[in-house]
């Protein structure tokens, strides 16, 4: 079995974290990952504080294995979010859009273990200075917000950096990636895109087959001239954001009022108009089956694959 630090401090079985994918990452893709023996996630950001008070709850039903919840810090809720996750005995946080500093004191005196998601080597430092106990690596093949150094340049630089451990992100679908990722460094591996096709997993059946469908080139980047970039699958909707994109007499504030709401949208209706996020290895995703089957596949995978290196030496 993969030896890892962040299995002993977080008391799961595999080194792999399902993706708190917004608006997808609830209590029944959580509780199925967690129950595999991964770490599973729930969202913050899914219809307000109370609907994620909720689904924690109903995780705590699902399974008694430890799972997490992701925090988006620019959420307006963010503050709330950080407050309720105390009140509910959450042990462990991942966080992304903005630096967590302001909440970390509270949820060290409640015992809470901070993992931060970073795009570099200096947003990693400050992670590991103000406490955090491990940083999640995620390169720009991810699906959702990206950064610009891509997986295989930024994982092993923050490894190189860091005392605490790295998860690697971004990239990894199948055992190949994920062996890949723990030579590089990672302690651990975080997987989004695959688990869309989870059993588990209550996107609409549109977004999911969205993902069977797609092929290597089927994700494009947008939001790079405002600030946020996204990557998503290519849609009537992606590809009309990125024609107002390079479009100079359109508005910054017409571009985000066209996309507000999209990625509900899509997970929930399946609607065309929709904003389908999905990583550049959703060419990958073949299949639907249980989230058990899709965690084993990767760590055992990558297990067999990496006893099997020294064929390689002459």
């Known amino acids: 079995m993969i030896k890892s630090r962040i299995c002993e401090i977080l008391g799961i079985k595999y080194p792999i974290f399902q993706g708190g994918m917004a608006w997808i990452a609830d209590a029944s893709l959580a509780s199925a990952v967690s129950n595999a023996g991964g770490l599973g996630l729930i969202s913050s950001i899914n219809a307000g504080t109370e609907a994620v008070r909720n689904e924690i709850r109903k995780c705590k ?3 008694d294995k430890p799972f997490g919840v992701n925090i988006m810090l ?3 809720n963010a503050g709330e979010i950080a407050q309720m996750v105390i009140e509910e005995g959450v042990k462990i946080l991942t966080t992304g859009a903005g630096s ?3 909440y970390m004191e509270s949820w060290q005196a409640a015992g809470i273990k901070v993992i931060p ?10 992670m590991q200075s103000i406490g955090a106990t491990a ?9 959702g917000h990206v950064g610009e150094l891509h997986t295989m340049a930024l994982l092993p630089q923050v490894v190189d950096a860091l005392d605490i451990p790295v998860i690697g992100a971004g990239g990894i679908c199948d055992a190949r990636g994920a062996a890949a990722a723990f030579i590089l460094g990672a302690d651990a591996i975080q997987v989004g895109t695959r688990f869309l096709a989870a059993e588990e997993c209550t996107a609409h059946e549109n977004y999911k087959e969205k993902i069977l469908k797609a092929t290597d080139i089927s994700t494009i980047v947008t939001g790079k001239t405002l600030g946020h970039p996204v990557r998503s699958l290519k849609t009537p909707f992606s590809k009309t954001f990125a024609k107002m994109e390079s479009d100079p007499s359109v508005k910054p504030e017409e571009i985000l009022s066209f996309g507000t709401g999209a990625l509900r949208k ?4 399946g609607d065309v108009n929709g904003s389908y996020m999905a990583g550049e290895v959703a060419g990958m995703v073949k299949k639907i089956e249980p989230a058990k089957d899709i965690v084993e596949d990767l760590i ?5 694959l990496l006893r099997g290196t020294d064929k390689f030496l002459a």
Do not use: F
């Not at 998601?117 to 400050?126: D, F, H, M, P």
């Open 61 to 63: 039903e699902l399974t």
């Open 300 to 304: 055992l995978g990558a297990e067999n």
């Open 135 to 143: 940083v999640i690596a995620e390169g720009a093949e991810s699906g």
């Open 74 to 76: 620019q959420a307006p």
């Open 266 to 269: 899509a997970v929930k209706e």
């Open 117 to 126: 998601v970073v795009a570099s080597v200096a947003l990693a430092l400050k």
């Open 100 to 102: 967590p500093a302001q």
